[in-house]
């Protein structure tokens, strides 16, 4: 088992070598693929044979999801056909570890033909696909992790990474906010986390007046559901909360008493503009079920722990 984990090891060790000369050797190059991009009035047209095609498609929808619309384009599909789907407005990124891959020639001859940007990704300087390419983004020459050189590991690894760069930069460009990557991202754990506090509250507010009595009180919090009830002011602001844990304190007397008595003054409360995931953060971190979402001091929702767990941010 011990040699198992050695391999293990020694792969990751090699990728991430690899990727440190990534890092160390990029250059302007990687400037222009960026103003390239920028520049194009389409799409990012990715393409790629083999194991490259598998890394393109991922970079072709991490550059979708952050604000680049693009597309991954199969160069054999293109031969028969597809290359209409790659326009002049557009630009193409091609993937190749050697650059002569023969089934991405149609789709470079094409690029070449209407005067379509091509970026080219390739492991081999002076490659026919780096040579033909506008700009020649050229992988350093490390090892692969397979230990024959022969399995794409260390090489699609850095492509990967060098896809994820390419996003990233033109996210911080674009400044691409998480509301954004919400538009294109709506489904899953992830969309539900970047919702709004606001498009998730519930607006049938449990709340009472500071000297409303405590049965008023406890008659609002059986009937809202939420197990809490918000005590706001003359002027309806939130200026204080009324929990389980209040009544237990104040068991001794409690309908004797108003709710500015007993409630909490100063509750936890959040903006309806906020995301769901620092909603949630804040009622982990506070180990509370409930929040209020409060705008220029006045209740205008509540939140539960329940909501997160319906929408599936948990």
């Known amino acids: 088992m011990d040699a198992y984990l050695n391999t293990a090891r020694q792969v990751i060790r090699t990728e991430a070598e690899g990727l440190a000369q990534l890092a160390a050797g990029l250059d302007d190059s990687f400037n222009q693929a960026i103003t390239l991009i920028l520049a194009a009035k389409g799409r990012v047209i990715v393409s790629g044979m083999g194991k490259s095609g598998h890394v393109g498609r991922k970079i072709a929808a991490t550059l979708a999801s952050t604000g680049t619309p693009a597309q991954f384009v199969h160069p054999a599909e293109a031969s028969h056909g597809d290359l209409g789907m790659v326009t002049q407005g557009d630009v193409a990124l091609v993937l190749s570890n050697s650059g002569e891959t023969p089934e991405i020639a149609d789709i470079v001859a094409h690029t070449r033909r209407f005067g379509i940007p091509l970026i080219g990704v390739a492991g081999r300087e002076g490659s026919t696909l780096l040579r033909q390419s506008d700009v020649a983004l050229l992988l350093p020459p490390a090892p692969e992790a397979c230990g024959t050189g022969v399995v794409p590991t260390t090489s699609t690894t850095m492509t990967l990474a060098l896809g994820d760069a390419l996003a990233v930069a033109l996210m911080e460009h674009r400044r691409f ?129 329940h909501d997160f767990l319906r929408i599936g941010a948990v």
Do not use: C, N, W, Y
């Open 177 to 305: 906010t998480p509301e954004h990557f919400r538009t294109f991202h709506p489904g899953g754990k992830l969309g539900a986390r970047l919702s709004k506090v606001g498009d998730m509250m519930h607006r049938d507010l449990p709340l009472v007046a500071e000297d409303a009595p405590m049965a008023d009180a406890l008659l609002v919090i059986s009937q809202k559901g939420f197990g809490v009830t918000g005590v706001t002011d003359a002027q309806g602001r939130l200026t204080g909360i009324i929990t389980d844990g209040d009544l237990r304190r104040h068991m001794q007397g409690l309908l004797d008493q108003t709710a500015a008595q007993v409630m909490t003054r100063g509750p936890r409360s959040i903006g309806p503009e906020a995301l769901a995931e620092a909603a949630l953060a804040e009622m982990q971190g506070r180990k509370i079920t409930s929040l209020f979402v409060v705008e220029d001091g006045r209740p205008v929702g509540i939140l539960h722990i």
